[in-house]
């Protein structure tokens, strides 16, 4: 498990880590983006949230593949087009989360931005882990 970096000067985080250091003998994975679609390339819904849950049950299915568990990622980058949307999705997003993470929170960071790729993706994932 990694530590929890939380710096005195730095205001209290909400849903994400300040910082984690991970021990020295692990791997590392870096997760390419991944959106709310299914092993088919199939979007089963154009809602922020239920892409959002399908998109990080994506992610850790690759930090799964690669031998490792959700409190192995260090680092979250989600990528959403609709800012507002999300936080009109926020509690329903949130449940997702700790249902797929539980109570480990990666530093993350949250970027709107103009459109993704895929027409239809509303939200984007990108993760590094470390592996032990």
């Known amino acids: 498990m990694p530590d929890v970096i939380h710096p005195a000067s730095l205001a209290p985080p909400r849903g994400y880590s300040n910082g984690l250091l991970f021990p ?3 791997r590392v994975l870096f997760v390419a983006g991944q959106i709310g679609w299914d092993r088919e390339g199939r979007f089963p819904s154009d809602e922020l949230a239920a892409q959002f849950d399908l ?16 409190e192995h990622v260090g680092r979250l980058t989600i990528y959403v087009t609709d800012k507002h ?3 009109a999705a926020a509690k329903t997003i949130g449940a997702s989360y700790r ?21 239809r993706a509303k939200v984007e994932i990108e993760a590094t882990a470390v592996i032990p």
């Open 85 to 87: 949307e999300y936080i």
């Open 24 to 26: 020295a003998n692990g």
């Open 55 to 70: 998109a990080l049950a994506n992610v850790l299915d690759v930090v799964r593949e690669a031998g490792g568990a959700p």
């Open 99 to 119: 249902a797929r993470m539980g109570k480990h929170y990666p530093a993350m960071a949250l970027v709107q931005v103009a459109a993704l790729l895929e027409d």
